[in-house]
């Protein structure tokens, strides 16, 4: 899977998410900070986290939420590790 | 004496010693009992406000300590239960690597008040739990002076805990929404600072 194809997903999965600026989805790059660009609460990285897993079916470990960074990039990362973990 | 090994921990907390679960000092405790618990669903747990819990505050325990013993009960008792044992780690142990933290607070709603000696059962119910976060909602009722709790909720179940089913005598104190908190690791807690 490309990286900008994860990234199309992800961009989906933030339109549900409620606290997500619609506005803010326009343009999105691997360097987009969810935080700072965003604005998204902190708080909210575990919801789309969890929504993330389920729209590319995967699973993430306690510690990859723990390390997790907060731009897009750091989550497209994970989305491929963890669907590394899973096919080794 | 705590738990010192992990075979001591049995299939829910039913029994258990708050103390064994809720690592932090006794004055800051505020669960006194665990009447039913199925770990991935719910529980019920109760507490009597005593005299240091109401004092300078008009013999009334307060709605912040009210959401707190909620918190205990639920968010820190039932995801320290069930790290516990996903790490095969007694909860002393546990509590060396993880700092039990509140993430946020949803909706509360009083509806009446407690004195001191009411004692009140916390009644949670598990919304999310993983990546040891743990969000739960809701509701904390008096129960009817003298009931053996233990004995009253040892037929409870999942249906009646959806639904609030307790029955006659319990008075609606405080319904709670998405109070959710987190294990987080001592060394990532520190650098919050």
New interface residues.
Partial sequence: MERQEIIDGLVEVLRTVRTVDPAKLENVTEETDFLTDMNTPS?EL?NI??KVEQKFNVE???E???ELGSKVKDIVDLIIKAKERENS | MGITDTSQIKDNLVGELPENWLIHGPKKRLVSAFHWHKPKVGVVASYTPNENDVEDHFDIFRGVDMIESFAQATVVAAATFLESKKQDMVPEELSKLLIPTFISLGNVFFHSYLEKGQTFVNIGFIKFYKWRQMVCEGRIYRAPKGLDLDAYFKDFDEERLKNYDIGEGFVLIAELFDITGRGIKKEMFEKLQ
């Fill in positions: 708080t575990i986290a969890a993430f470990e306690d990859d939420i723990d």
